[in-house]
């Protein structure tokens, strides 16, 4: 793998407790449009490869008779597994392992999903283990944010959080180049608009899959954020997880605050949901 790739243990460390309340929720309906998409019957079974605390593991577990979620990191697995609890969730189970171990005697799987972390793996080796995962015809699934369509402008008097100015707190606190770990974004070829590869178009044509189909879900609701919430944000992002900060993580979090402070006194931010992309490639119906 290219260095940026290299696999590092530390890259969410600390940041499983404030995922699920920082970062915002896919599309309303996002699990729906998947599974009429795939035209699934609730026979089959997913792996969510790199699930983190299982935000979308769940919300497709009605779909499916089983739902595996993959993730290297004990403390998001901990999470997903008491978000299952609460949820009533009794058809998912969580594995410790890396996107580079599969098949991992996972077995046979209908869809292998990722939302947003296909980027952090070895990807042309991952794809071709996925590839003979898969049942004939079942499907590699991204879902990611649709980031190239522009948000329509908060109404006043709300206010979106002052994302620049965190970013040059982050920057004051651990230097100017985005942070990934123990490592940064640079050096990884084609990127993305935040540093990540893209392309995986290109990844898995040279896998074997194919017939890809790409559906957006639309969104753009406004949803109310606190400091507390755009706070857990920083701290769920692999470039500005808890660890990171060493002993100054008290003095950034302070620091964090007044400029929340600083951009709405009474702390109370908005945010308009972004769509959802899905996009679909199948693995060939006369391949084993």
């Not at 993730?71 to 969580?94: F, I, Q, Y």
């Not at 996107?99 to 990807?123: C, M, Y």
Request: hydrophobic share 40%; charged share 25%.
């Amino acid at each position: 793998m290219p260095q940026a790739r290299q696999w590092d243990s530390t890259l969410f460390k600390g940041s499983a407790a404030y995922y699920e309340r920082g970062r915002l929720p896919y599309a309303p309906g996002f699990a729906q449009t998947l599974a009429t998409a795939l035209g699934l019957d609730g026979q089959e079974r997913l792996l969510d490869v790199g699930c983190g605390p299982g935000i979308v593991t769940l919300a497709m577990a009605q779909f499916f008779t089983e739902v595996v979620g993959v993730d290297p990191d004990e403390d998001m697995l901990a999470e997903a597994g008491r978000s299952a609890k609460h949820r009533g969730v009794t058809n998912a189970r969580w594995v410790a392992a890396r996107a580079e171990d599969l098949p991992a005697g996972l077995g046979e799987f209908r869809v292998v999903l990722f939302a947003q972390s296909f980027h952090w793996t070895d990807r042309d080796h991952v794809a071709a283990a996925v590839l003979e995962m898969l049942e004939p015809g079942g499907a590699f699934v991204h879902v990611s944010d649709h980031k190239h369509a522009p948000a329509e402008p908060l109404p006043p008097p709300l206010v979106a959080p002052p994302y620049e100015r965190i970013r040059d707190v982050v920057s004051q606190y651990l230097g100017p180049v985005r942070r990934a770990g123990q490592g940064s974004l640079s050096g990884a070829a084609p990127h993305s608009a935040d540093g990540t590869p893209d392309r995986e178009d290109l990844v898995l044509a040279r896998a074997g899959f194919e017939n890809f189909e790409r559906h957006v879900v639309p969104a753009g609701q406004v949803v109310n954020r606190s400091a507390d919430d755009i706070v857990a944000w920083v701290f769920s992002r692999s470039d500005s997880a808890p660890h990171l900060f060493g002993a100054r993580l008290e003095d950034f979090e302070r620091d964090l605050r007044e400029v929340l402070r600083e951009a709405s006194p009474d702390s109370r931010f908005a945010e308009r949901l972004p769509a959802t992309e899905i996009m679909t490639w199948r693995k060939p119906h006369g391949q084993r």
